[in-house]
């Protein structure tokens, strides 16, 4: 079976003045098709790049993808093996079109956003932006528009009768839920979850988490999913990619990740849950900071936070190799981490 999303070594940037901070470097991951797939990591290190490069969607002004393929469904969304090199200026994007982009967001691969009270237009009805989809794809009459709202608002649990308020009249939790609305108007083949639970309290993002699951499986659709909540990852997805500095440190399935994790760093991670059967006065925490992507240090990325570092890890960076059947990692250690 061929992968629904194959990205291959792709780096990207982002340019402001003379500082270039280099946010992907060298990402290689596929998500097959009716597959959940995790992607984790701290704040900064690519996962909602990693997110906008998939559907072109990096700022234009500051953004680029200097490197790498991403192809979608049998198509070549990104293929800077095809860039031409130019002296000055941003390079053109080799891949899909424009046309055949906006035709192919909303309706092949759909994202919900983090902040719902962001990525929602304040002076829209919520009919109008859930109808902004189907008008944009469908051509709907204003009868079947509001026919069609009215039937995907049940089913993220709002009543019909509320597509005529605006955002600020909803809560955070429903407000979500406006948003995972829009996403799956159109049932996409890829769904992609930016942190979609970060700004709700427990028990609404555990009823949007059931939602997303629910939604995933009635229309047999990939998912996407990027968090830090390393719990969201183990309730809903098959496999996952730990990230640090724009890079996938470590992939496998779930349960060989967190049962057996290869590399210090989502050893770290792991660490740092609390534990309900396991007394303890602090929490575990990985020192350091995360890296500055614009000073990323030579070697592996890690290194200067690694308590197993050596000499080879500053030098020189460590390839992906396997640590058994379908489960990788990138460390000189080969995935012999104690503690």
């Not at 996952?240 to 496998?252: C, F, S």
């Not at 290869?262 to 602090?282: E, F, M, N, Q, W």
Request: aromatic residues 4%; positive net charge; charged residues 20%.
């Amino acid at each position: 079976m061929e992968p629904l999303l194959a990205i291959q070594d792709l780096h990207a940037e982002y340019r402001t003045g003379r500082s270039v901070a280099h946010a992907l470097n060298g990402v290689t991951l596929s998500i097959m098709p009716g597959e959940a797939f995790g992607l984790v990591g701290e704040t900064g290190a690519g996962k909602t790049t990693t997110a906008l490069c998939t559907m072109r969607l990096m700022p234009r002004d500051v953004g680029r993808i200097t490197k790498g393929s991403v192809r979608f469904d049998g198509q070549t969304i990104v293929d800077m093996s095809k860039a031409k090199k130019r002296l000055v200026g941003k390079p053109k994007v080799p891949g899909l079109s424009e046309a055949k982009l906006t035709d192919l967001r909303g309706k092949e691969i759909a994202m919900i956003f983090q902040n719902p009270l962001t990525s929602l237009n304040p002076v829209y009805t919520i009919k109008d932006q859930i109808g902004l989809v189907y008008n944009a794809h469908e051509h709907l009459s204003k009868k079947d528009t509001r026919d069609k709202v009215a039937e995907i608002l049940k089913t993220v649990g709002i009543l019909p009768e509320r597509m005529d308020d605006y955002p600020h009249q909803f809560s955070g939790g429903m407000r979500q839920r406006v948003g995972i609305a829009a996403a799956m108007a159109l049932n996409p083949k890829l769904l992609i979850a930016d942190e979609p639970t970060t700004a709700l309290d427990v028990t609404i993002q555990a009823q949007i988490l059931e939602l997303m699951k629910k939604l995933q499986h009635q229309n047999a659709s990939s998912l996407l999913m990027i968090t830090h909540n390393l719990g969201i990852i183990a309730e809903l997805c098959q496999r996952v990619a730990v990230m640090y500095a724009g890079t996938i440190v470590e992939m496998g399935a779930v349960r060989d990740v967190f049962t057996n994790p290869a590399h210090p760093y989502t050893v770290g991670l792991l660490g740092a849950i609390p534990s309900l059967t396991t007394k303890s006065d602090r929490l575990s925490y990985i020192p350091g900071n995360v890296v500055n992507s614009s000073m990323i240090p030579s070697g592996c990325p890690f290194h200067p936070r690694c308590a197993h570092c050596t000499e080879q890890c500053r030098k020189e960076q460590p390839p992906v190799t396997a640590v058994s059947a379908g489960h990788y990692a990138a460390c000189w250690k080969g995935g012999h981490i104690d503690g």
